[in-house]
């Protein structure tokens, strides 16, 4: 890549797996990745393309000199008339050029020394690019082609002749939807893809066209009277089952699919990745999508990219930390995958907390100019005990994940020091803002002062700007403390009393209004909570932001 993991960083290479998924917010550039890498791997450049700011460079896997026969066999296809015996012709029904039988190996063996030559002999015909259109287009019928022929012309085709590809994909099915998949040839000159509720009773009913056979398929539901779902789960598998291409570039392949699919969907492209020895490369942004690869057992690549203001990055995500998330119960509840797809997080202590201050964003962003932070995911932690490990989590992945916490974040029975290891606060600064943070506990119980109900507010002197000088700090680290106490102390010219933060909330959304047109409606102000949020959102646009870790 031609990014680094971060601003500062120099780009590193990623060494594709069975499954490579590319990850980020809108307009991260994912799209034009899988368009680079199909270019590299076909030689077709679009005319008036510019340099890819992605992708810098493709390399190519030299093949082993045990498997050379086997792949030139492959890729072999009959010689054209006239065609010397010198030659071979290299490529596919569709593309293919001659080389002598040397020229081949050589170029196999030290493919990216040759890697014009071998792009356009054999990488070319072996990568597809597969759009929304595609996936449904390849259900529809295929015309039938000599089954004797080594590879049949159609997926279908392959599917028919193999019996145990067809096994394979008809339990990927059955377990996806509860229908027996069928390849119906009873047309003739069609193999057409059909679902039935019963199963066949044996491999003969299936492929021939006795009474029995026939009765099976009068029953069956031709797949064009599926769902697109249904059509694009099935089109995607048969291709990562059974079709010719070794590389498969797809973007989004969890559309049209709900989340129970997807995640199925991403689980067996990756098993059918690795059984095929294929290299899948996908853009999605889908949480579920991606667990199911991550579930997958096989090797998966994950890279999140970013674009902001003309920067790009491009990281490559540790596999331990992903299936920490997917596998810890608190942080798979709260969604935290799905804050892989969002350019930055807020973390709050709960519910009612994510609430209100997703809806003072929102109404920042609706000002002139906008002061709120755009496509923010609010999380709710569950509790303050959740907040480090999602943080941590978060922050180790690269994703800028800031807090906000009461007031009494700052009481003993919290664990601050593995709070600041997870916050990414250096070592030599830790024992100063711990020893800080009792000294202010201290103050407010020693002045038998309720922080929750006045904040910092009931400080003077000495011990207010020692108060400020430790939140400032956390502040930089972001980690926002509450400093006029919680959260139901926010909007008090409203005129709803402090309560339960559940009774609390609905009465003070009721105040601020939903109809913008309304005179009662709240705008976003000067002061009290807007600054607050405004003051997290600058420490999330900030490239040199503390707290993240390289």
């Not at 011990?463 to 400032?472: C, I, P, S, Y």
Request: neutral net charge; proline residues 6%.
């Amino acid at each position: 890549m031609r990014a680094g993991r971060s601003p500062h960083q120099s780009p590193e290479p990623i060494q594709a797996q069975p499954i490579n998924v590319f990850i980020g917010p809108n307009g991260s550039g994912k799209s034009r990745t899988l368009d680079a890498i199909t270019q590299n791997c076909t030689g077709h450049w679009p005319e008036g393309s510019q340099p890819d700011w992605l992708v810098q460079k493709v390399s190519y896997r030299a093949c082993p000199e045990d498997e050379l026969d086997s792949l030139l066999r492959k890729f072999t296809c009959p010689p054209r008339p006239g065609m010397s015996a010198e030659y071979v012709l290299i490529g596919s029904a569709i593309k293919s050029d001659q080389a002598t039988l040397k020229e081949a190996r050589d170029v196999l063996r030290r493919p990216n020394e040759h890697s014009a030559r071998f792009v356009s002999l054999f990488l070319s015909v072996t990568v597809r690019q597969i759009s929304g259109e595609d996936r449904l287009r390849q259900t529809n019928p295929n015309t039938a082609t000599d089954l004797k022929d080594h590879h049949p012309g159609s997926i279908p085709g392959m599917l028919f002749r193999d019996d145990q590809l067809r096994q394979k994909l008809q339990r990927i099915i059955f377990d996806a939807f509860g229908l027996h998949l069928l390849i119906d040839l009873t047309a003739m000159s069609q193999f057409r893809y059909c679902f039935s509720k019963s199963p066949a009773l044996s491999v003969e009913q299936e492929k021939s066209l006795n009474e029995a056979s026939l009765s099976l398929f009068r029953a069956a539901v031709g797949i064009e009277r599926m769902g697109d779902g249904v059509k694009a789960f099935t089109g995607l598998m048969a291709q990562a089952i059974a079709g010719d291409p070794l590389v498969l570039v797809i973007d989004e392949p969890e559309a049209f699919l709900h989340p129970s699919l997807a995640f199925k969907l991403g689980q067996e492209l990756a098993r059918a990745a690795r059984a095929a020895s294929r290299q899948i490369f996908v853009a999605t942004h889908s949480a579920s999508f991606l667990r199911g690869c991550i579930h997958s057992g096989v090797g998966v690549n994950i890279i999140r990219l970013t674009y902001e203001k003309e920067v790009a990055t491009a990281r490559p995500l540790p596999s331990a930390e992903l299936l920490k998330i997917t596998r810890d119960p608190v942080l798979r509840s709260a969604g935290l995958m799905n804050a892989l797809f969002h350019p930055a997080v807020v973390v709050c202590e709960g519910d009612s907390d994510r609430v209100l201050y997703d809806e003072i964003n929102e109404r920042l962003l609706k000002d002139d100019p906008p002061r709120g932070v755009s496509d923010c995911l609010f999380i709710d932690s569950g509790g303050k005990d959740s907040i480090k490990r999602m943080v941590g989590s978060l922050r180790k992945l690269g994703i800028p994940a800031a807090a906000i916490v009461d007031l009494d974040i700052i009481k003993k029975e919290v664990d601050w020091p593995t709070l600041l290891t997870e916050f990414a606060v250096p070592q030599q600064l830790r024992s100063g803002i711990q020893d800080m943070r009792s000294k202010i506990r201290c103050i407010f119980e020693s002045q038998n002062l309720d922080m929750a109900k006045g904040g910092v507010e009931l400080l003077t002197g000495e011990d207010r700007r020692a108060a400020d000088d430790l939140f400032d700090q956390l502040d930089g680290y972001g980690l926002f403390v509450v400093r006029c106490g919680a959260l139901e102390r926010w909007l008090a010219m409203l005129g709803v009393p402090p309560g339960h933060k559940a009774k609390w909330l609905p009465a003070i959304l009721d105040k601020m209004g939903d109809d913008p047109s309304s005179p009662q409606y709240v705008k976003a102000g000067r002061d009290d909570i807007w600054p607050f949020v405004e003051k997290i959102r600058r420490w999330l646009k900030d490239p040199s932001r503390k707290g993240i870790f390289e």
